[in-house]
């Protein structure tokens, strides 16, 4: 079974700190994703990677960054962590082609106070 | 831009009724995806349909795919508790692009 793991299920940070949000997959997908979802807006994009080093924008880059520097891990990165940026994330993983479903981590809620 | 239109957004059933959620594109569709997440979980991948016109069942879940392939549905007979959830439809554009519906939000009341 694909496993998608999420370093943490939640956290609490302040306004203006730096925030990393890891994720790791075990099934050697080649892409990787990270979602945010609030109630109201379902799931939306922030950024996604198709190989080690890629990295394309989703459809909400503003306030975040990442990094994959192997191919099972993705990391997200809150510059300087907002008060609008307290969400549900979660990552995802697929297999680099056609129809590929997608398979999700538990999800990070992260507070920012 | 690229969207697919989910209704209804939320349902009430009585536990044994029936439930149905639809899932709507203006364009034609290379496959439709299901997904469902529990309350305080994540979405978990169902099923895909890619031919038109194509069903396929889960025990008491029915997945249907148009003959346009513009439409998609999924049909519960005899809810029960352990349906609660939102279910999602989506669908792939190339490799690396996934467009999620909104959503059906269900709750089976015992």
């Known amino acids: 079974d694909v496993k998608v793991t999420q370093s943490s299920r939640y956290l609490v940070k302040r306004t203006g700190e730096k925030v990393f949000l890891e994720c790791v997959q075990d099934?050697?997908?080649?892409?990787m994703f990270w979602y945010r979802q609030d109630p109201g807006l379902g799931l939306r994009l922030i950024y996604f990677?198709?190989?080690?080093?890629?990295?394309e924008k989703g459809d909400i880059p503003e306030g975040y960054s990442v990094s994959r520097e192997k191919k099972e891990r993705f990391s997200l990165i809150l510059e300087s962590a907002s008060t609008n940026q307290t969400s549900m994330y979660l990552c995802?993983?697929?297999?680099?082609?056609?129809?590929?479903?997608?398979?999700f981590g538990n999800g990070t809620r992260l507070t920012v106070t | 831009g690229q969207q697919v239109m989910q209704i209804p957004q939320y349902q009430h059933v009585q536990e044994g009724e029936d439930f149905t959620t639809y899932c709507n594109s203006s364009?034609?569709?290379?496959?439709i995806q299901w997904y469902k997440q529990r309350p305080g979980g994540h979405p978990v991948f169902l099923i895909q349909?890619?031919?038109?016109?194509e069903v396929k069942k889960q025990k008491r879940l029915t997945f249907q795919f148009g003959e346009a392939k513009k439409n998609s549905s999924l049909h519960i007979t005899a809810t029960q508790t352990t349906d609660v959830g939102t279910y999602f439809c989506?669908?792939?554009?190339?490799?690396?692009?996934?467009?999620f519906g909104t959503g059906t939000r269900l709750k089976v009341l015992a």
């Open positions: 995802a993983s697929s297999f680099l082609r056609s129809n590929s479903p997608l398979h």
């Open positions: 099934m050697d997908h080649e892409n």
């Open positions: 990677s198709y190989d080690v080093k890629m990295k």
């Open positions: 364009t034609t569709l290379s496959n």
């Open positions: 349909l890619v031919k038109s016109g």
């Open positions: 989506a669908y792939t554009s190339g490799t690396y692009k996934y467009i």
